[in-house]
């Protein structure tokens, strides 16, 4: 039985090595692909997120210069997109922690705006500006329980997100 020369054998450890080589390639180039389409759908997920992350809401006081009397409580709404919202609900408390009558409005242009809570049959005065509101507009930001609890929106690209009292952006079930 003979067992080949030298030079057969270095050629079969190549082959080998080759074959070695060349698996752990593929699985390097697998792995790569699959990072590249994970990174791939990170962006998109980004892009669709967008608009989304730059709306939200939280309560505010009207306070009067001079005398620092509050003179109303409401909800400022912001879209500092360059697009309108759509479909907006916002549910908040009041400063007891009762929850109020929601929110609702068709569109949102881009801006902040402040919605007055009143004891009427519509709950809330038509938004307006805050630019426009008269006296200082001052966020709630030591009372846990008077908080918006709930925000609502379709963007622009008639996706619907959600926000909840902690303001984590969700997209909204449908």
Not at 8 to 26: I, S
Not at 57 to 80: D, L
Not at 86 to 99: H, M, T
Request: one cysteine or more; aromatic letters at 8%.
């Amino acid at each position: 039985m003979e067992w080949g020369s030298l030079a057969d054998w270095t050629a079969v450890g190549a082959a080998a090595l080759a074959v070695v080589y060349a698996a752990g390639a593929a699985r390097d180039s697998r792995a790569l692909a699959r990072r590249e389409a994970d990174r791939d759908e990170q962006r998109a997920a980004d892009a669709e997120r967008e608009q989304a992350e730059l709306v939200t809401s939280w309560v505010s006081v009207v306070v009067e210069a001079g005398t620092g009397a509050v003179t109303s409580a409401g909800v400022v709404i912001q879209n500092a997109s360059t697009t309108p919202v759509f479909d907006v609900c916002v549910r908040a408390n009041d400063s007891k922690g009762v929850a109020r009558a929601p929110l609702r409005l068709s569109v949102v242009p881009p801006g902040e705006f402040y919605a007055a809570a009143t004891e009427s049959a519509w709950h809330w005065e038509f938004p307006e500006s805050v630019t426009g509101v008269g006296g200082t507009l001052r966020p709630v930001m030591r009372k846990p329980e008077w908080r918006v609890d709930h925000l609502a929106f379709t963007d622009s690209s008639s996706r619907r997100w959600r926000r909840d009292e902690r303001g984590t952006l969700a997209p909204a079930e449908t």
